[in-house]
């Protein structure tokens, strides 16, 4: 296994996430950039950046924090945590003043130190659930 160091643009992967920074959205991510499992059609780094910024106007005190970071060879697997308070619409949904609590995971494949298609796994129905949009 080898270190975040060892892959160039991996250390920045998820600061975007956390700073309100999206210039490395464009930086890290290249031109053809697909996200496979994403609901909306992101197969660019403006469609990424788009899709980014609907949590924190959603959740305006939203939190991401990176819990792992796994490299090898040219892929990353990334297990994070992120908390917030629903004060803005999400997907059609009202600001109902709940506050989530999401874990997920996602590999990143990389490409000459860019990100060339990433994947995201996280577990929705909880989310959706904590903001009272589900039944329990």
């Known amino acids: 296994m080898k270190t975040c160091a060892s892959l160039p643009g991996a250390g920045l992967l998820m600061d975007f996430w956390s700073t309100g920074d999206y210039s490395p959205a464009y930086e890290l991510h290249t031109s053809d950039y697909i996200r496979h499992d994403?609901?909306?059609?992101?197969n660019d780094p403006d469609a990424c950046v788009q899709f980014i910024q609907t949590f924190p106007a959603a959740f305006p005190?939203?939190?991401?924090?990176l819990q792992d970071l796994v490299v090898e060879d040219d892929k990353v697997l990334l297990r994070w945590t992120a908390t917030g308070t629903h004060e803005a619409e999400l997907m059609a949904i009202v600001p109902t003043g709940k506050t989530?609590?999401?874990r997920g995971v996602g590999p990143v494949h990389f490409k000459q130190g860019k990100v060339i298609e990433s994947w995201g796994v996280?577990?929705?129905l909880?989310?959706?659930?904590?903001?009272?949009?589900?039944?329990?």
């Open 38 to 42: 994403s609901p909306f059609s992101i």
């Open 61 to 65: 005190d939203f939190t991401f924090t």
């Open 100 to 102: 989530i609590n999401a």
């Open 122 to 124: 996280f577990d929705s």
């Open 126 to 136: 909880k989310v959706f659930q904590q903001i009272g949009n589900f039944p329990g």
